[in-house]
């Protein structure tokens, strides 16, 4: 791994802060803490606001809306949007999860038309894998895709539930089966679903956390053979590179990173931490560290087109389980300032941490599932070598 940092990254720090702390930015942000819709907050305005700045897709080749930088340039960008309190969870699905897999793996003419639409925030996606009875288990999908029978297209039908963000976005990533195959994991088919296509009825889900999920059923869902991602059939191969895209655990790190940051303000204002605080920050930012270089590892892998599903999975576990651990140790070491609405700003704010955390080793891989894979690709690397 090279754990060098370009000076333009530098750079690209300076230039995001710059833009995030400017008058519109606090202004858009502002509307989207609002919730004046009801839900957890439009953040389509911002993101636009902050496409046209050309910064979302900093790693991205300039010819598809992105501006050629280091994979790092990603990982500072995470990290301003978290610290100036931008909800990024909109963008990573859109630009960091489909958007990597359309830039690795899309046609050309997907590539073309939706690339520069999501690096300019003007475009934004979902995922629509999850089903109510299965899970994490993707394999046993049941929303099925048939051929028209008038026409060279297919009609979806099914259900999908507990997705991030369906009612925000404009087209969904839709994992479908066409066809039964010889074992499960073929015949699916990855399908682009325009999200206010007839048929397609979106409603909210409560939840524990700030950020609402969505139940999607799709009705004789009409769509063209262009909304086919990869070849009909061969879903299973993009969905497992996707992974590595998803839990890269960048998103984790970074949420973990601020609710540390924020435990430590705290701690301060209480007056001089005692030694078991003291010992308690020391071993999060530990954690945090390698967290850190975990998620940087899976970006490097994606940046050099060699996805790599147990370092991924690796990286994703460790965030994720870090994240968590700090804002329940949070709670520990502040006691009731967490969950007191009038206390200064840091209670909110790691009071909803403390909300969003369980679902953090759930989501996005569960940590079973993840040290499954682990110790699977460990197993057969020890087979590979000879090693007992």
Same mark, same amino acid.
């Given at each position: 791994m090279d754990f060098s940092v370009p000076g333009s990254t530098a750079d690209f720090r300076r230039e995001l802060s710059a833009t995030l702390s +400017? /008058? =519109?930015t606090r202004h858009l942000l502002n509307e989207v803490h609002r919730r004046a819709d009801g839900m957890d907050g439009d953040v389509r305005d911002l993101y636009r606001h902050l496409g046209r700045a050309g910064i979302l897709a900093p790693s991205w080749p300039i010819g598809h809306g992105g501006r050629g930088g280091d994979h790092t340039e990603t990982v500072v960008l995470? =990290? =301003?949007? #978290? @610290?100036?309190?931008? /909800?990024?969870? %909109? !963008? !990573? #699905?859109? *630009?960091? #999860? *489909?958007g990597s897999l359309i830039l690795q793996s899309g046609t050309a003419d997907q590539k073309r038309d939706l690339l520069p639409r999501l690096a300019s925030g003007d475009l934004t996606?979902?995922?629509l894998f999850t089903e109510p009875e299965h899970g994490s288990? %993707?394999? +046993?999908v049941t929303t099925r895709a048939e051929r028209e029978k008038d026409g060279p297209g297919w *009609?979806?039908?099914g259900r999908k539930t507990y997705n991030l963000k369906s009612a925000y976005a404009d087209i969904g990533l839709c994992a479908v089966r066409t066809d039964e195959g010889h074992s499960r !994991?073929?015949? #699916?088919t990855l399908f682009v679903v325009p999200m206010d296509a007839p048929g397609v009825s979106v409603r909210g889900l409560a939840s524990l956390a700030d950020e609402q999920f969505h139940d999607i059923h799709l009705t004789d869902v009409r769509v063209g053979p262009e909304a086919v991602f990869g070849d009909p059939g061969g879903g299973w191969s993009l969905i497992t590179r996707m992974f590595a895209a998803e839990r890269s655990g960048l998103d984790y790190y970074v949420r973990a990173r601020h609710w540390l940051e %924020?435990?430590?303000?705290g701690l301060a204002e209480q007056g001089p931490p005692t030694d078991d605080e003291l010992v308690g920050l020391a071993r999060h930012r530990a954690r945090l560290d390698a967290s850190r270089l975990l998620a940087c590892r899976a970006m490097q892998n994606l940046a050099e087109d060699r996805p790599d599903i147990s370092h991924a999975s690796l990286a994703k576990w460790h965030c994720s389980e870090t994240a968590q651990a700090i804002s329940w140790w949070s709670l520990e070491a502040l006691g009731s300032p967490v969950v007191d609405p009038d206390a200064a700003a840091v209670g909110p704010a790691l009071e909803v941490a403390y909300r969003e955390a369980p679902g953090m080793t759930i989501s996005g891989g569960a940590s079973e599932v993840l040290l499954d894979i682990i110790t699977g690709a460990r197993l057969l690397d020890d087979v =590979?070598?000879? +090693? @007992?």
């Open positions: +400017s /008058p =519109e995470l =990290e =301003e949007l #978290i @610290r100036h309190g931008v /909800p990024q969870s %909109l !963008y !990573y #699905i859109s *630009v960091q #999860i *489909v996606a979902c995922i288990d %993707l394999a +046993s *009609v979806l039908n !994991y073929e015949g #699916i %924020l435990a430590a303000a =590979e070598t000879g +090693s @007992r």
